[in-house]
Every structure is written in structure tokens, then in C-alpha cells.
């Protein structure tokens, strides 16, 4: 018999985290605490939302991240941001602590009360769904050598969030809550970074700009399927956080062949702006100037 289960796991940058690393908060962390009291305030958010890290084994911070896990569960925050990443092993269909058996209204009111202890603003909430995961049990015949695949079941239901703050619409922001079979958070991401005045300000115009008929450069092979203005930042896995305004703009390849979007970012004349940073650059030597040259022993 066979079984085949899709499964959220953690990235790989998080347990590289933890392997490195020997009442809720709703503001971002403080940089300047040491890391044993940033550690502290974790595990009290994640013992509000119902995340259970009582057989964590390692906890500590790493520049702009501070984890707490081991053993089946790891529950991480970036201190400069309000992004989490969160996962327990034994959460998933036919695990020990299972899946969420509730409505979909009590998933979605369950896990927007986790978003909102984590400190979003409820306001900023948008575009509320469940997404299913599905899955297909199979039994191999030796003698003829098929597989006969049984009917496809429903294994689990995650709430899926997107965010606006008024009309602004923020495209890299996102929240995914899995709940355990007794209403537990079995699975976290969220990034929700916090947008300053003048970036949704700059998107404003941006709006503006588009309902005034802002036309997308040309993208060969493609014609322009969405325009919309709003805000893009740097992902929850990264060393720096970029905000910034734009006109997003998602092509439609025209030949049915190809079948990925391009996605392009303009400012308000048309120009690309680049995509927001993840890591910082290492710093470059000044113009001119040469390396220095390594000193080799003489062999006389």
C-alpha cells in the first residue's frame, strides 16, 4: 500500500538556523536585547497562539533571526520584521497531533485570532481562503505489474491571507496557518513586514497614475494580462528589507505553449524597478586599485 501526502515541511535555512543555534508581543522584536530575552519573548508568543515547544532542545539568536526548536518542532521570528516561520512534525494528515476536522469558518476565525496575537493588524487582512491538499492511496499489482489508485481524499485545509492596507495592495505580504486536530497551530508563515508612510503614499500616486492610463512597455511574446500599483518588499528568508512602491504588471505569454507569467515592476514612467534585495552585497575594492600579492617563499 501506498500513500501519497503532500506535506508543508520547514526550509532549509531554518533548520540550518536551529543547527546553528546552541503575553505576546504584537511590535517587532527589539534589535537591542540580548538574545536570551529575545529567545524569551518567542516562546511566550509562541505558547499564545497555541504552538507547543516544550520538547525544544535548542534556542538562540543569529543576526536578524532568533529560533527556538529541536526535536519535532521549530518556531522562528526575523526581529526586523514581523515574519515567522513555524512547523511541528507531527502535525499532518494521519500524524500524531492530526489535522483540523472544524468548518472552514472556525479555520478561518481560529487562524485569523492567531494573525492578529502575532500582532497584524486585522485590518490589513484581505483575500481570506482555505487551500486543500489532496492525496491518492495506491495498491501495486505484482502479477500484472499496474497500480490501482483509489478516489482522491481531502487530507487538509490551510487558511491562506493576503494583505491591503486601505486600498494599497502589499503583493509580497502573505499568511499560512495550519491547525492541529485540537485547534493548535501545527504549521506558521507569515511575513508582514511594517510599510512607512511615505511608500504608501508613493503608491497612491502610483494608483493614480494607472487610472490616468498608464500603458506597460512592450514584453516580447506576451501582452499585459493585469496592472495594478501597490508595494513589494525583500522575503521572509534574507538579510535585508526593501519597501517599495510600484506598478506590478503580469503578462500573458501569447503563445499557449508557455505557459509562465512574466511579471515585470515599473515605476511611474514606465522604467523597471529592480526586484527588492535578499542579501547584502559584500563590499567592492575602490575603482583602480589591485589586490595584493600573495608573498611566495624562495626555493633557493
Known amino acids: 500500500m501506498i500513500a501519497r501526502?503532500?506535506?508543508l515541511g520547514l526550509t532549509a535555512s531554518?533548520?540550518?538556523l536551529l543547527a546553528g543555534c546552541a503575553a505576546s508581543s504584537a511590535q517587532p522584536l527589539a534589535a537591542s536585547p540580548a538574545p536570551d530575552v529575545r529567545v524569551q519573548q518567542v516562546e511566550r508568543q509562541a505558547k499564545a497562539i497555541g504552538f507547543d515547544l516544550s520538547a525544544a532542545t535548542k534556542r538562540g539568536a543569529y543576526q536578524n533571526t532568533v529560533a527556538v526548536g529541536g526535536g519535532t518542532e521549530s518556531f522562528v521570528r526575523r526581529t526586523d520584521s514581523l515574519t515567522y516561520i513555524a512547523g511541528d512534525?507531527?502535525?499532518g494528515f494521519g500524524e500524531k497531533i492530526g489535522v483540523f476536522a472544524g468548518s472552514d469558518a472556525a479555520l478561518l476565525a481560529r487562524s485569523q485570532?492567531?494573525?492578529?496575537?502575532l500582532g497584524v493588524p486585522a485590518s490589513e487582512i484581505s483575500r481570506v481562503r482555505i487551500q486543500h491538499e489532496y492525496g491518492r492511496v495506491g495498491q501495486f499489482d505484482a502479477a500484472t505489474g499496474?497500480?490501482?489508485a483509489e478516489p482522491q481524499q481531502l487530507l487538509n485545509r490551510i487558511a491562506s491571507f493576503r494583505r491591503s492596507i486601505g486600498t494599497i495592495p502589499v503583493f509580497s505580504s502573505y499568511a499560512r496557518v495550519g491547525l492541529t486536530q485540537s485547534g493548535g497551530v501545527g504549521m506558521l508563515r507569515v511575513?508582514?513586514?511594517r510599510i512607512d508612510a511615505q511608500?504608501?503614499?508613493s503608491a497612491q500616486a502610483l494608483q493614480a497614475r494607472v487610472r490616468q492610463g498608464f500603458k506597460p512597455p512592450a514584453v516580447v511574446g506576451a501582452r499585459p494580462e493585469t496592472v495594478a500599483a501597490g508595494i513589494v518588499h525583500s522575503p521572509a528568508a534574507g538579510e535585508v528589507m526593501d519597501v517599495a512602491a510600484v506598478i506590478r504588471v503580469i503578462y500573458r505569454?501569447?503563445?499557449a505553449q508557455h505557459g509562465k507569467k512574466p511579471v515585470r515592476l515599473y515605476d511611474a514612467s514606465g522604467r523597471s524597478v529592480p526586484e527588492p534585495r535578499v542579501f547584502l552585497k559584500p563590499p567592492q575594492p575602490p575603482q583602480g586599485t589591485r589586490a595584493a600579492a600573495k608573498s611566495v617563499p624562495s626555493r633557493n
Open 89 to 91: 512534525d507531527r502535525y
Open 253 to 255: 505569454p501569447t503563445n
Open 14 to 16: 531554518l533548520v540550518l
Open 5 to 7: 501526502i503532500s506535506r
Open 191 to 193: 511575513h508582514w513586514p
Open 113 to 117: 485570532a492567531v494573525l492578529v496575537e
Open 199 to 201: 511608500t504608501l503614499k
Open 146 to 148: 499496474t497500480v490501482k
